[in-house]
């Protein structure tokens, strides 16, 4: 379980609505996604990212970081 995710994503983290990116990609809402980040479970416990949703959430930012990409090649 990953429950360090905020020091991982600290370049980014004040940049990229999560709002959005937890609806987009993960079809959760923002507080689900901000306890993930935290390393929290919903009951206060621990309960960062699974293996799995670690591995979805760095596929999500490789879609993003491509989708970004794409918009700024047509500049």
Known sequence: MTTNMKERL?????????????????????????????????????????AEESKQLKEALLDLSERIRDAAEKI
């Open 10 to 50: 600290a370049d980014i983290l004040m940049i990229v609505s999560w709002r959005e990116f937890s609806r987009t990609y993960f079809s959760k809402s923002t507080s689900w996604f901000y306890h993930k980040m935290d390393g929290i479970n919903g009951m206060g416990g621990v309960g960062g990212f699974t």
